[in-house]
């Protein structure tokens, strides 16, 4: 297009509009052709500077939609990581309330058999199963406590 209006705008006439054209030479009609494209020029150069404006707006709503779709990205991921740590942290509350579950189980038993044991030996050894029974919560109570409670190595 502005390859079209420049060609426009350097036309120049076939003879100076002062004098008249020699014979065989076709009169100069270049005021009368310019006032004729005067009116699709200057619509030309509204069009282009619309079409600019357009782009201009595109853009900068291109430019922001980019933003909010990567705020939600952001915000889907720190969601999905929040998530994350939750489930962790509920399989480790579950894993913990299993082990102290199979923990009160396994001294539980070992008291049933310590009683058993009791009940077979009469009171000659009562004070032998009572320790070997202590000494089996300790191994229990030993393997159940987390690390961190000074148990374990």
């Not at 065989?24 to 150069?45: F, H, I, K, M, Y």
């Not at 579950?94 to 044991?117: D, K, P, T, Y």
């Not at 009171?123 to 032998?128: Q, V, Y």
Request: negative net charge; aromatic residues 2%; charged residues 30%.
């Amino acid at each position: 297009m502005t390859g079209f209006r420049d060609f426009l705008t350097r036309f120049r006439p076939a003879a100076s509009p002062g004098r008249a054209a020699p014979a065989g030479v076709p009169t100069d009609r270049s005021a009368e052709l310019r006032a004729e494209l005067a009116p699709p020029l200057a619509l030309l150069e509204q069009t282009e500077t619309e079409a600019g404006s357009i782009r201009e707006r595109a853009e900068a709503t291109a430019a922001a939609r980019r933003r909010e779709a990567g705020q939600r990205a952001e915000a889907i991921a720190a969601s999905a990581r929040e998530q994350a740590r939750q489930v962790q942290a509920r399989t480790a509350e579950q894993v913990v309330r299993a082990a102290e579950g199979e923990a009160a189980a396994l001294l539980a038993e070992a008291e049933r058999e310590a009683a058993a044991v009791r009940d077979r030996a009469g009171s000659r050894t009562p004070a032998l199963v009572d320790r070997v029974l202590a000494l089996v919560r300790e191994d229990i109570e030993a393997d159940a406590a987390p690390e961190g409670r000074g148990g374990g190595s």
